[in-house]
């Protein structure tokens, strides 16, 4: 199974918006979280992939979940879906943490399978 991760220029040619999504910590939402997964896009400067989500009502918000090191993938935890592989277009209940005043996603399960 591929992962349907898109690089930057091709999220673009397809019309989609990255800057409609903000990341800053007041503009992210934390604890439980319901959102759907709009698209996602390899992150530029790390080993990272920006996870494009929207809610009811219409906020938008990106959060970036990093490389696992000792996994050499994209999982939470060893029995977790690598996020590389999560489905699109899906509602999702998060769990968003703060660290270091930036906001991370520590969980994620598709609530729609």
């Known amino acids: 199974m591929e992962n349907n991760v898109l690089a930057w220029s091709k999220a673009l040619q397809m019309g989609l918006?990255?800057?409609?999504?903000?990341f800053e910590m007041k503009l992210v939402p934390t604890?439980?979280?319901v959102a759907r997964?709009?698209?996602?896009i390899w992150a530029k400067k790390v080993m990272g992939i920006n996870g494009f989500f929207s809610q009811e009502g219409g906020l938008k918000?990106?959060?970036?979940?990093?490389?696992n090191k000792e996994l050499r993938n994209y999982q939470f935890r060893k029995d977790g879906v690598d996020f590389a592989f999560c489905p699109l277009d899906c509602r999702?209940?998060?769990k968003i943490g703060?660290?270091?005043d930036r906001p991370f996603l520590e969980s994620l399960k598709c609530l729609e399978i």
Do not use: S
């Open 31 to 33: 604890g439980l979280v």
């Open 37 to 40: 997964l709009d698209f996602k």
């Open 61 to 67: 918000f990106q959060i970036t979940v990093f490389l």
């Open 98 to 100: 703060m660290r270091r």
């Open 17 to 22: 918006n990255p800057m409609a999504y903000p």
């Open 92 to 94: 999702y209940e998060l």
